[in-house]
C-alpha cells in the first residue's frame, strides 16, 4: 500500500519568514495530493490541494509544488503569521478506481511573534 | 449548513463496555469515512464506505465495526472497548473520487 513520509515532525520560524514542509509517497500511481491544517483541539481543515497534471499551484501565502518523478511534493507558506501555528497534514491517493487517503504523521508548525 | 456532525464529543468507557460513534453528513456526499488520530501517528482510516450500501476495511479496523445506516449516516461501534482504543475519532464525507474530505469536530473517547 502507499506510504507517506512527512518532514519535519515540528518546525519553528520566527513571524514573517517562510516554512518548508516536504513529504514523499511510494505509490507512483498517486496523483492527488491535499494538505491540511489542524489547530489544538480542532477538525483538520483542507487549505490547499494539488493533482499530478500540475506542478506548482499557490494560494495567496501557500504553494504546493509537486515532483512527480522524484515522488515528492511540499508546502510552502512565506510570510507566516502566528495564526499559521497548527499540525499540518500531507495526504496521497490514487485516482484510478476509488481510492482512499493515505496521511503523513503531521507537522508541528510554531510561529513565534 | 452543519457539514458532518459527530456525537458525542466526549466519552469515557471502561474496559469491555460497547459503544457506538454517530456521525451524519448534511451535504448529499456519497463516501463516508472513519478516522483515529493518535499523537505523532497522523490520522489512520479504520473504515470507510464508498458509497451507500458499502463498506470497507481501512488500515487498522481490527476491534471495530462500522454500518452505513443511509446516505447521511455512518455509525462506529467498538463491541468490547479496550484501552489500545483511547483516541480521538474523525469522522469525514466527499463527494466521491479525489475530491476534498470534509472532516467533523471528533469525538474524544477515553476507555479506562
Known amino acids: 500500500g502507499e506510504n507517506v513520509e512527512q518532514h519535519p515532525s515540528t518546525l519553528s520560524v520566527q513571524e514573517g519568514d517562510s516554512a518548508v514542509i516536504k513529504c514523499t509517497y511510494s505509490?507512483?500511481?498517486?496523483?492527488?495530493f491535499p494538505w491540511y491544517k489542524q489547530e489544538l483541539g480542532k477538525r483538520p481543515q483542507l487549505i490547499i490541494d494539488?493533482?499530478?497534471?500540475?506542478g506548482e499551484k499557490k494560494d495567496q501565502r501557500i504553494a504546493v509544488t509537486l515532483n512527480k518523478t522524484a515522488k515528492h511534493f511540499s508546502l510552502h507558506i512565506t510570510e507566516t503569521q502566528p495564526e499559521d501555528s497548527a499540525v499540518y497534514f500531507c495526504?496521497?491517493?490514487?485516482?484510478?478506481?476509488?481510492?482512499?487517503?493515505?496521511f503523513g504523521k503531521g507537522t508541528m508548525l510554531l510561529v513565534s511573534p | 449548513n452543519a457539514g458532518v456532525t459527530q456525537t458525542p464529543k466526549f466519552q469515557v468507557l471502561k474496559t469491555g463496555q460497547s459503544m457506538t460513534l454517530q456521525c451524519a453528513q448534511d451535504?448529499?456526499?456519497?463516501?463516508m469515512y472513519w478516522y483515529r488520530q493518535d499523537p505523532g501517528m497522523g490520522l489512520r482510516l479504520i473504515y470507510y464506505?464508498?458509497?451507500?450500501?458499502?463498506?470497507d476495511k481501512g488500515e487498522v479496523p481490527n476491534g471495530y465495526n462500522v454500518s452505513r445506516l443511509n446516505k447521511r449516516e455512518f455509525s462506529l461501534r467498538l463491541e468490547s472497548a479496550a484501552p489500545s482504543q483511547t483516541s480521538v475519532y474523525f469522522c469525514?464525507?466527499?463527494?466521491?473520487?479525489?475530491?476534498?474530505?470534509?472532516f467533523g469536530d471528533g469525538t474524544r473517547l477515553s476507555i479506562l
Open positions: 494539488i493533482r499530478s497534471n500540475v
Open positions: 469525514a464525507s466527499n463527494a466521491g473520487l479525489d475530491q476534498p474530505q470534509h
Open positions: 451535504m448529499n456526499h456519497n463516501s
Open positions: 464506505s464508498a458509497s451507500e450500501g458499502t463498506t
Open positions: 505509490d507512483s500511481a498517486s496523483n492527488y
Open positions: 495526504a496521497a491517493s490514487k485516482g484510478s478506481g476509488y481510492s482512499t487517503l493515505t
